[in-house]
């Protein structure tokens, strides 16, 4: 079973800042997908950006860009120019590209102070 | 329109009530899941559903039932409601078939409170 870790269970930056959220996991799995997912107060789950194992190029969204590092079973999430609307929870997910769900860290509270 | 709906958004009820939860996708998806958020934001997958094979969680008591009238719907029923059963329930879809590791999409969310 794979498992994923968020370190940080809440971090503060003043907007317009860079901060970076990090994530690790743990698979035996060769092929699989990495997500990020924010979460407002409203509650509603938002699909930040999305990561391919097999792909070596990290993805970007804009202002969001993930570092991936695969030997290292690493999948951190950039945020540059940050915004008061960025304040929410972050997840990292883990998926295996089956139909058995995504296994989710126990994300990071991120807070953009004006 | 909404592509993952959920109703209820709110459910307030007793312990030992039998409820349920409805969810209709209207993305075509081919998978359905429903995830369970604890009150710590937790989630954790309960069930994945994708018309010909149900996946339960192991943990899942077996007062968790989904039930799938057809491809674009996935109901939670919840018998004999416990207080440990209170949390937000997210359902969600995916296209898993044709594209392996195609993100999956979230409902609203239902909070369930059980008094």
């Known amino acids: 079973a794979q498992t994923v870790t968020q370190s940080q269970p809440e971090m503060s930056v003043q907007e317009a800042e860079t901060v970076t959220l990090s994530c690790t996991y743990d698979t035996s799995e060769s092929n699989y997908y990495l997500f990020w997912y924010k979460q407002p107060p409203s509650r509603q789950m938002i699909l930040v950006i999305r990561q391919e194992a097999y792909k070596q190029q990290n993805a970007t969204e804009n202002r969001f860009s993930v570092n991936f590092q695969k030997a290292a079973k690493s999948f951190s999430l950039k945020i540059s120019d940050s915004q008061l609307g960025d304040t929410a929870m972050y997840f990292c997910?883990?998926?295996?590209?089956?139909?058995?769900?995504?296994?989710f860290g126990k994300g990071t509270h991120l807070i953009i102070q004006p | 329109d909404t592509a993952v709906s959920q109703t209820p958004k709110y459910l307030v009820t007793q312990m030992g009530n039998d409820k349920s939860i409805k969810c209709e996708q209207n993305?075509?998806?081919?998978?359905m899941y429903w995830y369970k958020q604890d009150s710590k934001k937790f989630l954790k997958i309960m069930f994945s559903y994708n018309n010909k094979e149900l996946i339960i969680n192991e943990t899942v008591p077996n007062r968790f039932s989904p039930k799938s009238p057809d491809k674009a719907h996935l109901n939670l029923h919840i018998n004999s409601l416990e207080l440990g059963d209170s949390a937000v329930y997210f359902c969600a879809s995916s296209q898993v078939a044709r594209v392996p590791g195609y993100e999956q999409y979230f409902g609203p969310g239902t909070r369930l409170t059980v008094t």
């Open positions: 993305l075509g998806h081919d998978t």
């Open positions: 997910a883990f998926s295996g590209g089956g139909a058995d769900g995504l296994t």
